[in-house]
């Protein structure tokens, strides 16, 4: 069964930090691009960060950019969301979100689709 | 990048079809077909519905099907089934290595 389990979520005083996981099972992790996307309270969905399959293409929304740093482990299929300089904008339930497929004949890249979505992990700052 | 305009609501009775919009600017809808369609039920993850404005993942029922006209794209969804009210996302490329969802549209199966 295709899985992604998130982990890592909790409150935190704004200003601060936090680490997010996100345990991958049930396909090939190296094969495939990977995202964070985040839904605040009772809110749509904001999408937050795209990490190649490789890792050499990452990109990051505006309003994380400089904040959030996406990694990711291919050998312990793996990926995960550092967060700094938390604010309350922050506070948000963090998706672990599989890339369907990309198109790789547009520069830069683009995903197609986010096609598998772990249960998510709460984030919430306090200030 | 604001967030694409979508109805907050939409309802139909069970059978019965319902279309959803979705409408952003010559910036992302309009630009590219990489629209894509969430179904979000209370409490749950998303689900991919429809990518690339038409295409069905497999295990997506035929019942839902996808257009798209200038800067706005809709979501059909005939035949209602009661496993159908939810909530329902756009999405698209927004160029420039960018991401935005639409304002999301409650389904109510009546």
């Known amino acids: 069964e295709v899985q992604l389990v998130e982990s890592g979520g909790g409150l935190v005083k704004s200003g601060g930090s936090l680490r997010l996981s996100c345990a991958a099972s049930g396909f090939s992790f190296t094969s495939y691009d990977m995202n964070w996307v985040r839904q605040a309270p009772g809110k749509g969905l904001e999408w937050v960060s795209w990490?190649?399959?490789?890792?050499?293409?990452?990109y990051y929304a505006d309003s994380v950019k400089g904040r959030f740093t996406i990694s990711r482990d291919n050998a312990k299929n793996s990926l995960f969301l550092q967060m700094n300089s938390l604010t309350a904008e922050d506070t948000a339930v963090y998706f672990c979100?599989?890339?369907?497929?990309?198109?790789?004949?547009?520069?830069?890249?683009?995903?197609?689709?986010?096609?598998?979505w772990g249960q998510g992990t709460m984030v919430a700052v306090s200030s | 990048q604001s967030a694409l305009t979508q109805p907050p609501s939409a309802s139909g009775s069970p059978g019965q079809s319902v279309t959803i919009s979705c409408t952003g600017t010559?910036?992302?809808?309009?630009?590219?077909?990489?629209v894509s369609w969430y179904q979000q039920h209370p409490g749950k993850a998303p689900k991919l519905m429809l990518y690339?404005?038409?295409r069905r993942p497999s295990g997506v029922p035929d019942r839902f099907s996808g257009s798209k006209s200038g800067n706005t794209a809709s979501l059909t969804v005939s035949g209602l089934q009661a496993e159908d009210e939810a909530d329902y996302y756009c999405?698209?490329?927004?160029?420039?290595?960018?991401?935005?969802f639409g304002t999301g549209t409650k389904v109510t199966v009546l």
């Open positions: 990490i190649s399959s490789s890792t050499n293409y990452i």
């Open positions: 690339e404005v038409t």
């Open positions: 979100v599989r890339a369907g497929s990309t198109n790789w004949n547009r520069n830069p890249p683009v995903l197609l689709s986010f096609d598998v």
């Open positions: 010559s910036s992302d809808v309009g630009a590219y077909n990489y």
């Open positions: 999405s698209s490329y927004a160029g420039s290595k960018n991401y935005i």
